[in-house]
């Protein structure tokens, strides 16, 4: 399984032994996060690593552990409750003028949240890859509501690859302008023409 | 005797402590994460409440299945989801649509200090028929959120309890703290060393200004 290194800045203390046995530079960046693209997963700055910032994660994940309908249906209706929740005291704690009470709804609105975060991330919403993420992501994109912020979610179901199955990006048909030749691409793929290799400004959507 | 803190564990023991747990004043709070005297349990009680079955549950009006507040929730945990994978540009979007649905939830009507207590109560329950749901299913990870989740409850019932009782007051010249990994509230001059709750290191906490 291919894997690629994280640094944990928390715990960098910048010994840099990391940059020293990287063999292509990826832990090196003006930013401290490794440069995924560079990084081979070979593992030497983990290894090397005096305080224990660096880890390997896969680059695949793996599929999230399945849920059952009924743990997804009480997860749900759990969420709801504890939105409605977040909503009453982020509404109570706009208009609150007694300083004291202000505070404490305000960190009720924060803990409301955290949890329905946790909930829904333990009711089958775990990973963005995931393909329950995705095709809600999809069916939410598919019939927007009004303002709903249509680019950002098809950039993501087109820059997300689905890691169990449940999740078939649509296909699109494409004319190639340097050899004519017509054929379907996976939106979730970089299109690239069949015959002659042209991508890009060459391939116009049919 | 020994009693038992149900949202830390903290055990108090009446031989070794030299008094007897009735005795304590009631505004007596845990030493470890300050929960209220109500939230100890005695030792062979706590093996019962953990037996109790299902709570009659209020029927839920009208619930959409994933309603805004819930479709927020959902995709602000994605962009965390991003965010640990360092895709910080898909975590940007996430978000994005995260802020969208938050916008979207409509106003609760007559939304007071009261209604809020009685979803916070019920919630409680939910938190328990989820749990049984949960343990049928042996499905430890939904068995760890409603485990952190059903504390955090019962401790923000405890405290808006005591607010409507003490008024502002209760909370004079103490900072409140958010653990940004759970959502357990905690009241004191620092935060605790651990998170009482979730076990997080005390960095993990926000100050509420």
């Known amino acids: 399984m291919k894997r690629i290194a994280i640094r944990n800045l928390r715990l960098c ?4 032994l990391c940059l020293y046995v990287c063999p292509t530079g990826a832990s090196d960046t003006e930013d401290s996060i490794i440069d995924t693209s560079k990084c081979i997963g070979c593992g030497s700055c983990s290894d090397a690593c005096p305080s224990g910032a660096i880890s390997l994660v896969p680059a695949e994940y793996p599929a999230q552990q399945r849920k059952s309908e009924k743990v997804m249906d009480v997860m749900e209706k759990l969420a709801a409750s504890k939105a409605s929740e977040e909503k009453i005291a982020s509404m109570l704690s706009a208009d609150e003028s007694a300083p004291n009470l202000k505070r404490l709804l305000k960190a009720l609105k924060q803990s409301a949240r955290l949890s329905a975060e946790d909930i829904m991330r333990e009711g089958g919403y775990m990973l963005p890859q995931s393909g329950n993420s995705l095709s809600l992501l999809s069916r939410l994109a598919d019939e927007p509501s009004q ?3 249509k680019e950002a979610a098809k950039e993501l179901l087109s820059s997300i690859r689905c890691n169990d199955g449940g999740y078939e990006p649509p296909s699109a ?4 302008e340097r050899c004519f030749t017509e054929f379907e691409s996976s939106s979730g793929d970089k299109a690239v023409c069949p015959m002659c290799g042209a991508e890009g400004n060459h391939l116009k959507p049919i | 005797m020994k009693y038992i803190c149900q949202i830390c564990g903290y055990v108090y023991d009446e031989e070794t402590e030299g008094v007897p747990f009735g005795e304590l004043p009631d505004n007596w709070t845990c030493p470890m994460c300050k929960a209220p005297k109500n939230m100890f349990l005695p030792e062979d009680a706590e093996e019962e409440e953990r037996k109790k079955p299902d709570m ?8 959409e299945r994933l309603p805004p507040g819930v479709l927020a929730a959902l995709f602000s945990n994605l962009a965390k989801g991003a965010e640990k994978q360092y895709q910080s540009h898909q975590e940007k979007l996430f978000r994005e649509i995260a802020a969208y649905y938050e916008a979207a939830v409509p106003e609760i009507p007559d939304a007071d200090i009261s209604l809020l207590m009685k979803i916070a109560e019920r919630n409680i329950s939910l938190y328990g028929e989820a749990m049984e749901t949960a343990r049928r299913d042996g499905d430890r990870g939904a068995m760890r959120a409603l485990t952190w989740g059903g ?3 019962k401790i923000i019932t405890s405290i808006l309890s005591q607010y409507e009782k003490e008024g502002e007051s209760a909370l004079e010249n103490v900072d409140i703290w958010v653990c940004t990994i759970c959502g357990f509230i905690y009241t004191g001059e620092n935060p605790p060393a651990i998170c009482p709750v979730c076990k997080v290191p005390s960095w993990k906490f926000s100050k509420v200004v």
Not at chain 2, 56 to 63: G, R, S, T
């Open chain 1, 13 to 16: 203390t910048k010994d840099c």
């Open chain 1, 173 to 176: 048909m494409y004319k190639c």
């Open chain 2, 56 to 63: 009659e549950i209020p029927e839920l009006q009208d619930m």
């Open chain 1, 147 to 149: 303002g709903f912020p």
């Open chain 2, 151 to 153: 504390k955090i409850q």
